[in-house]
């Protein structure tokens, strides 16, 4: 099925802030975690993901450290903050509402 990229981009905040509500990651393993929770039907750029992060990290919703990785290569750990944590709470409000209105006008119409 060929699925729309433009709904799930303009998610792709809300995807990265809902990953990182679980834990800490880094850029690789959360495009990883997108890509596997879509089943592969959602492949998301890196450019997407680092553009993203950037505006998080500049809106105060994440924050970035430094961590040693697997083999010494230093990867940049993303942490949710407590900006980002109501951040994610109110969007995922807004999906909920969201879903209604559009099974109301869609849904409906089968």
Known sequence: MNYSSEI?????????LAILMEKDSYGYEIM???I???RGLFLI???TVYTAFK????????TGYWGDGDGGARRKYYRITGKGRETYEQKVR???EVQVILNN???GRR
């Open 8 to 16: 799930l981009r303009g998610n792709t905040e809300t995807i990265i």
């Open 94 to 96: 807004e999906w909920d």
């Open 45 to 47: 750029k890196d450019a």
């Open 105 to 107: 006008l869609i849904g």
């Open 55 to 62: 505006r998080m990290e500049k809106d105060k919703l994440i």
């Open 36 to 38: 596997e929770g879509s």
């Open 32 to 34: 990883k975690t997108i």
